[in-house]
């Protein structure tokens, strides 16, 4: 009797123990967080939104980044029309619904991201930023490439900085994790494109997509 108690009681210290380690992970590791774009969010994000309802017809407006009563409006009646509470703010399952990417990447991803874009391209613009975070994006949805951020960075050969070390050395600025963030969520200034090239010798071949000074990129 008194083996099985003793059995019965590591048990459950083991699952106890197992259960605080998986809630240390959830909560430093794998954190989801619930994206709410409304009044004062960043402006990039808030073009996303209004772009996508332009196209389904319900905001005239200027897609310009300003989260105004005219774009609050187009936002309810889209929840309206699809059985999602109306209150005006993009929370995930509006922004599901709109077809643009849900916020669920861990603090890990976001940094690693970060890094990469100080490392390549640190003294760039925000667009070119956001669009260097894009392309690793592409590349997680493509086919012909590893199915997360952490794999598409990291695989031989694909980024100069990971090769050289240089990533892990550099102290990404706040633009570059809002640029990292941006590119997450889907916010895509390349329009699609998988390559990155410094000279446009490079780019023979390949649909440049975007210009940003001496950076192309193409697909």
Avoid: H, W
């Amino acid at each position: 009797m008194r083996k099985l108690f003793y059995g019965v009681k590591v048990s459950l210290v083991t699952a106890l123990i197992m259960c605080a380690v998986m809630g240390i992970y959830t909560v430093f590791y794998n954190q989801t967080v619930e994206t709410r774009i409304k009044e004062g969010s960043d402006s990039s994000k808030v073009i996303l939104v209004q772009e996508k309802l332009k196209e389904l017809g319900l905001y005239d407006g200027k897609c310009d980044g300003v989260y105004d009563i005219d774009t609050a409006d187009a936002v309810r009646r889209f929840q309206e029309y699809n059985g999602i509470y109306a209150d005006g703010v993009c929370g995930n399952e509006t922004l599901q619904k709109l077809g643009l990417s849900i916020y669920t990447y861990n603090e890990l991803e976001i940094d690693v991201l970060a890094r990469l874009i100080e490392a390549e391209v640190g003294k760039a613009d925000f667009q070119t930023k956001t669009a260097f975070g894009a392309v690793v994006m592409n590349r997680v949805k493509s086919k012909a490439y590893p199915d997360t951020v952490l794999q598409v960075v990291y695989a031989n050969g694909a980024f100069e900085s990971v090769g050289n070390g240089s990533i892990r050395k550099v102290n990404p600025s706040e633009q570059s994790y809002r640029a990292a963030e941006d590119a997450l969520m889907g916010y895509d200034p390349s329009d699609g494109a998988l390559y990155v090239f410094r000279k446009k010798d490079d780019t023979v071949g390949k649909t440049v997509t975007l210009k940003c000074g001496d950076i192309y990129f193409a697909k």
